[in-house]
């Protein structure tokens, strides 16, 4: 055998992809894990998705392949909810490509974009998908740091001083994972401003846009934000429909373009079940989101309660499907994540995962009924 890809040495395993393999295999081995560390929603999706599924399923014509764009009734449904959600205008055969998922289209977007010696910026904390596609394209990351106390405001003051002419994207992402800092319209406004000065394309990453934050930013309705962005959302959170496997890319006509030439090379279009879902989930009302965000409301107050039981910090003004905590105890955030699942049988993400600022934190996440919330408290009280 002559031997594996050199790139592949530059990245691990993503974390959850091993780390959950071994919760499976206590669960399998009779430990009551309490899996408070990964952001899968465990709530259904609204029941016309599910029969915009089943019907289309039942139809023998449906199971061909179909367009690398989508059909474009779920183009239309995507620009609708844009408009409708953000008082962004999309083009909808243009401007918006259907993605299986928002985390492929990191991938497709870089593939589109970077050449190797290329410069990334990445916030750190941050998504660690950024970092590894960026290393896997044999391109740099340059980490930047947030301001949490400003809804997690870039250090742009700092990042102007450096030279930027390698610089070729930048993630963003508000919603902050795994932070909740929310962001806001003048940081966008910043950004894009320094996205047109630097010659800087801005990736807007916005699944948790809906989540437990009031005010839903998209960076496209910034003045000037179409001509430097693009922007991924997802159907994962907002409707929970992660395993469907949804998602979008929307923004200026030749960055789009761009990323189709690398994706319709790499897949064979979205089965037409899974859009004619989409189309339905994109069609529900502010009810939907205000339902959810009301159990989600609850269990991050008993997340905060458990926190509270391990002497940890937090903000209350968060946002999105996670809580972050600082570590403050004897014990280190490794030892904690440790000492819940192995004593506790209770599952949290340790913070180091998200990059180097992560290294004082744990992160919970709300995807969990509030009884099984309710008994990891009732297990790690005095």
Known sequence: ?????????????????????????????????????????????????IEALKN?????????????????ELRIAMASFYHREFGVELVPNKEILPLMGSKEGILHISMAF????????????????????????????????????????????????????????MWINYPHMPTGAAGSMEILTELVAFAQKHDIIL?????????????????LSIPGGKEVALELNS???TFNMPGWRVGMLCGREDYVAAVLKVK?????????????????????????????????TNRRKLIWKLADHLGLSYDTKGTGLFVWCKVE?????????????????????????????????????LCMPEFKILEAINRIKP
């Open 264 to 296: 319709s090379n790499m897949d064979s279009g979205m089965f037409l079940g899974l859009q004619k879902g989409a189309i339905a989930a994109l069609s529900l009302g502010k009810n939907w989101f205000a339902d959810q965000n009301e159990i989600y």
């Open 114 to 169: 970077l050449n190797p010696g290329d410069q990334v910026l990445i916030p750190n904390p941050g998504y660690p998908t950024y970092t590894s596609v960026t290393r896997l394209l044999e391109a740099e990351p340059i980490f930047y740091s947030l301001d949490l106390e400003k809804k997690g405001r870039p250090n742009l003051e700092e990042l102007g001083q450096k030279d930027l002419s390698k610089v070729k994207l």
């Open 1 to 49: 055998m002559k031997g594996f890809a050199n790139r592949i040495n530059s990245v691990e395993e993503y974390y959850f992809s091993a780390k959950l393999r071994e919760v499976n295999q206590l669960i399998a081995e009779g430990k009551p894990v309490i899996n408070l560390g990964i952001g899968s929603p465990d709530l259904a999706p609204d029941r016309s998705v």
């Open 56 to 72: 289309t399923a039942e139809n023998g014509q449906a199971h061909g392949y179909q367009s690398y764009q989508g059909i474009p």
């Open 329 to 365: 105890g004897e014990k280190s955030p490794e030892e904690l994540v440790d000492w819940l699942l192995y004593e506790k049988n209770i599952f949290i993400t340790p913070g180091k995962i998200f990059g180097t600022a992560g290294n004082d934190y744990v992160r919970f996440s």
């Open 235 to 237: 159907l994962s959170k």
């Open 203 to 219: 990736v807007n990453d916005n699944p948790y846009s809906h989540i437990l934050n009031p005010q839903p930013l998209s960076v």
